[in-house]
């Protein structure tokens, strides 16, 4: 269960949950049952207090980074991949950009 402890296993999970609840500000009507609204906010408290456990062993700035990166690039990925928004060559070079920088910041960060 150390995987479950290590925080940049944490600070993933936190990107990925944030993907949660962006797409679900974006999609859920306000009209939607009372539990898809609880779901979104549910998903929004798991990813802060993700990235709340991951910052306390990595510095704030990387963790707050990469969380965002992670968040940005999968619902941007997402978007293109499943709610056909534009892919042009410019918007994917940037995507790739983040990718690079949260990549980066890993392996600078020193820390396994």
């Known amino acids: 269960m150390a995987f479950l402890t290590n925080p940049w296993t ?3 999970l936190g990107g990925i949950c944030e993907m949660g609840w962006a ?3 974006k999609y859920v009507r306000s009209d939607a049952p009372w539990w898809q609204h609880a779901a979104v906010l549910a998903v929004l408290a798991a990813s802060m ?4 456990m991951a910052m306390k062993s990595l510095p704030a700035g990387t963790a707050y980074a990469v ?5 940005a690039l999968g619902v941007a990925t997402l978007g293109i991949l499943v709610f056909n928004e534009p892919a042009t060559h410019m918007r994917l070079f940037f995507l790739a950009l983040i990718l690079v920088g949260i990549i980066g910041l890993k392996a600078v960060s020193g820390e396994t």
Do not use: C, D, P
Request: charged share 0%.
């Open 49 to 52: 207090a993700l990235l709340w």
């Open 23 to 25: 797409l679900g500000f």
């Open 67 to 71: 969380w965002t990166g992670i968040g």
């Open 10 to 12: 944490l600070l993933v």
